[in-house]
């Protein structure tokens, strides 16, 4: 069954009155992702940005748990187990959720395990490419050059010094022969939910890697959140594919025209010193870093 | 509501879960969160030209809050919503306009 | 009722097919391996309709438990030295969720410098994690336990998790004659798990771990001390009930002639059982000594064991472990008990058998003999021994004065 917008069911799982942010990109995330999944989920949040914004209020209106940092994996392995010991398994969507740090990061050991297992279940990481909830730390995630509270502009700094490419979590979890796996993008929320769907109907793991920009973080008007991400797909900072156990790669948005790198960093004010002076030539560096993993990506995909 | 970590007002306090019974653990019911209405400290509201709107839907799937109801005429719930602007940024007819509150 | 011989892992593993353990979730780690080996063994066979989770730590592994009984199945794990100190932020978790979760700790002491032998140091460092601890004399005694922890963790009134610790090789590997209860008594003693404490229940949805401010974080935790004071109540009742079915009566402490003893020795895990044959000897060559053996560490029982060494001229405490620059932990423990109680006896403290080093008949002996010393000299010059450490090598090092 496809999925439009007007087949999304009227009803909201979360309640209104969240906490958090306003023009949060990660609510925006877990909110079409919880269309799909409707009622008959248990949802297991790391701490994050996603905790301070439904776990503290009380917005859920589903079972819902909010782990320790590093542990989503290990709780949602322990859950499925559980449930499928009492026979109560079937017709129950469960699905973590964890920022880029709980993923990439802190939670990355968890996660491996968990998927190498086999359990059940959807794992969504909302990347907003920072420690936002704690204050805008570095994460493993944060792109080249961008400011944040630990990596900031100074005599000897120029913004984030890692030159490798950042984490690669879908090529990761492809590496564990995880029977589906991709990444998303809130501009492109039908792709996003088709994916969130076909995600449910598989008998193992999944996961999903979801562009969540920050306002706060990445330094832009509230009301940007959905445009910025759209130009991140444009611009291919972050393309939008899926791999199917691990081997089988499929492009899902090929932009007809690929823009320039730097249309999507000048809004940013996390990369706003590219636009001064000395820095200007590490837009050059970036968009190299971006064509080369472009290249990469489309010889995966056609192969 | 709380707010920096004190019950803001006598209501909040006699709703909250644990005043009458035994939580156990630290846990709250669903939907909750109600009782924090989001909308109260919005400089700018949206206002949707009933006229322009052709009920695609755009606007509904991306607010964050989850404050606009479809239907026939498509409403803004103003008890939550926190006026960021992009309902107005991703209609593609452009059918939305910001107001300044008062 | 069969009896069986079995290793002290054996013993944990049949415990956990008596109970009817759901999710096991553990890793191994030496000395508890052969527990995961014997279950995994039982879930082969088809005697325990079970899931075991292969984790990829420990911290995963307390995480799966919790998972599992957040969903009302009943969970099991088992850790040791490293991997208990690896899971200490879980151990808060599993309390502070109210879970009955029930572990076995092969004692093992931690790293540095490596070790794979026996002394407390490891379940000592977590008694402050608000888990119920039972420490074990002998391999039966580790079957019995944790079948009493399940009832006693799952009871409405405790809800707390507790572990059932023995010492690495002196019990785990050790096999003894072990009576076997049958499958329908102890689904008497220990029926479904029925969870009294907040669940993810798809008909009543909660969101469960939520903060809690100032105004409110105090009460919980009240709420978690107290519930582990009435958990003594609670022990002792399901003791009282396991006496019924097995004929063994086990108590917060076991005692040997305190009553006309005019020197006590206090203390916990395997090497009580030296101490009491030792104790026995000295009573025939006319000693007037006595022997406390705590079983319930955690919550300490401080008027059994004051009530058992008041009326002595001394008593010594024997630590299996070490507090650096504090002492004994148990002797912190015993002291706290006596302190306000009028005209208390002087109590030493002897660290003893840290690291694996054997506790003997000869070790009681030099016990002893200090504390008849100091009994006869009445007055006490050190209140921390070490009886059996290496004094040349000490010298050698130029340790001390």
Redesign the interface.
């Known amino acids: 069954m496809t999925i439009t917008l007007k087949s999304l069911p009227d009803d909201e799982f979360v309640a209104l009155g969240r906490g958090g942010c306003s023009g949060c990109g990660a609510v925006i995330a877990a909110r079409m992702a919880t269309k799909v999944l409707g009622k008959r989920t248990i949802m297991v949040n790391a701490t994050s940005c996603m905790v301070a914004n439904y776990c503290y209020v009380g917005a859920p209106l589903f079972p819902y748990l909010h782990g320790l940092f590093e542990n989503t994996g290990a709780l949602l392995s322990g859950i499925d187990t559980g449930l499928k010991v009492l026979n109560k398994r079937d017709g129950i969507n469960l699905v973590g959720l964890a920022g880029d740090g709980g993923t990439a990061d802190i939670g990355l050991q968890s996660l491996s395990g968990a998927v190498e297992r086999g359990h059940k279940f959807l794992y969504i990481c909302y990347d907003n490419e920072a420690y936002q909830n704690t204050g805008i730390q570095r994460s493993g995630t944060t792109p080249y050059a961008a400011i944040t509270s630990t990596t900031p502009l100074g005599k000897n700094a120029m913004g984030e010094a890692r030159q490798l490419f950042r984490k690669d979590m879908v090529r990761i979890m492809a590496a564990h022969k995880i029977p589906y796996a991709a990444t998303a993008s809130i501009s492109h929320p039908l792709d996003y939910l088709r994916k969130v769907q076909r995600a449910t109907e598989i008998d193992g793991p999944s996961y999903i890697h979801v562009l969540s920009p920050c306002p706060l973080g990445w330094g832009f008007p509230e009301n940007l959140t959905i445009k910025i991400a759209r130009l991140a797909v444009e611009t291919c900072f972050f393309p939008i594919y899926e791999v199917e156990n691990g081997t089988k790669f499929r492009l899902n948005v090929d932009p007809k025209e690929k823009k320039p790198v730097e249309e999507y960093l000048k809004l940013q004010g996390r990369f706003r010193h590219l636009f001064k002076g000395e820095f200007r030539e590490l837009i050059g560096k970036i968009q190299e870093a971006v064509n080369t993993n472009w290249e990469y990506l489309k010889k995966l995909c056609s192969s | 509501m709380w707010l920096g970590g004190k019950m803001t007002d006598e209501i909040s306090y006699y709703l909250h879960p644990w005043i009458k019974n035994r939580p156990i653990t630290a846990w709250l019911p669903p939907g909750y969160s109600r009782i924090n209405k989001t909308g109260a400290n919005r400089y700018q509201r949206p206002e949707i030209d009933d006229e322009k709107c052709t009920k695609c839907g755009i606007c509904w799937i991306c607010c964050p809050e989850g404050a606009i109801g479809r239907g026939k005429k498509f409403t803004i719930d103003y008890e939550y919503c926190r006026g960021c602007g992009i309902c107005l940024e991703e209609c593609p007819l452009k059918a939305i306009r910001m107001i300044k509150e008062v | 009722m069969g009896a069986k011989y079995l290793s002290g892992c054996a013993a944990a593993a049949e415990a956990v097919r008596l109970a009817d353990v ?2 096991i ?1 553990a890793y191994p780690i030496t000395p508890q391996t052969a527990i995961m080996e014997h279950i995994s063994k039982f879930i082969a066979n088809g005697e325990l ?3 075991m ?5 420990e ?3 307390m ?11 009943r ?1 099991f794990t088992a850790s040791s030295s490293q991997g208990l100190a690896l899971m200490h ?2 151990l808060f ?1 599993a309390s ?3 879970l009955p979760i029930v572990m076995a700790v092969a004692n093992r002491s931690i790293a540095s410098p490596v070790t794979i032998f026996a002394d407390h140091k490891d379940s000592l460092a977590q008694r402050d994690c608000g888990w119920i601890q039972y420490y074990t004399e002998n391999v039966q005694e580790i079957l019995d336990m944790i079948l009493i922890a399940y009832r006693v963790s799952e009871n409405e009134k405790v ?1 707390l998790p507790s572990m059932v610790c023995f010492d690495g090789f002196f019990l785990s590997h050790l096999s003894e004659r072990v009576d076997v209860p049958e499958l329908n008594c102890i689904k008497d003693f220990l029926p479904e798990l029925r969870p ?3 669940t ?3 008909e009543n ?12 974080f105090e009460e ?1 935790e009240f ?1 978690k001390h107290y519930s582990m004071q009435s958990s003594k109540k609670v022990i002792n009742e399901s003791f009282e009930d396991f006496w019924g079915i097995s004929g063994r009566k086990y108590g917060l402490i076991e005692t040997y002639q305190t009553e006309t003893a005019e020197m006590v020795l206090v203390g916990m895990g395997s090497m009580m059982g030296t101490a009491l044959e030792a104790v026995k000897r000295l009573r025939k060559k006319g000693v007037e000594i006595g022997l406390v053996n705590i079983r319930v560490y955690n919550p300490f029982p401080f008027q059994e064991i004051v009530d058992a060494v008041k009326d002595t001229a001394i008593v010594g405490v024997m630590d299996r472990d070490i507090s650096y620059g504090s002492g004994g932990i148990v002797f912190q423990n015993v002291l706290l008990g006596l302190y306000n109680k009028p005209n208390p006896p002087p109590v030493l403290n002897f660290i003893v058998g840290l690291g694996g080093r054997d506790v003997t008949l000869g070790t009681i002996e030099k016990i002893v003999g200090t504390m008849e010393k100091v009994r006869r000299e009445d007055r006490v010059e050190k209140d921390i021994i070490w009886p059996d450490l290496n004094t040349e090598l000490i010298k050698a090092w130029k340790i001390g004065d």
Do not use: Q, T, W
Not at chain 3, 53 to 57: Q, T
Not at chain 3, 63 to 73: F, K, N, P, R, T
Not at chain 3, 207 to 216: H, L
């Open positions: 759901d999710v979730a309709r079970a899931h989770i292969h984790v990829e730590s911290h995963s592994a995480s799966a438990c919790i998972g599992a009984e957040l969903v009302g199945a969970a932020e879980c978790f502070g969720l109210r809800l009294k404490y907040p993810l229940d798809i949805p909660k969101v469960i771990n939520v903060m809690a401010f100032p105004e409110f919980f709420d």
